[in-house]
């Protein structure tokens, strides 16, 4: 079985910095939690439109920037 990487080539994660193994923890100051998931927060935002991610790589505490894109 192929596993599919977390972070695609030329995805707007790979483009915003993220890599394999970080975990993100908060989108725009909005912290992730069982009951506000990922994918729910990006939700929120339109294509183009640019968030802050606060992720942990290495028990550091990092912020990147992301332009959303569409699925392709």
Known sequence: NKIDPAV??????????LKEGD???????EKITQQISLSRLLGQYNIGATIDIS??????????????????
């Open 23 to 29: 975990i993100i923890i908060s989108i725009n100051n």
């Open 55 to 72: 992720i942990v790589r290495e028990k550091k505490e990092i912020k990147l920037k992301a332009v959303l894109e569409e699925l392709k």
């Open 8 to 17: 695609v080539k030329g995805s707007p994660a790979e483009k915003a910095g």
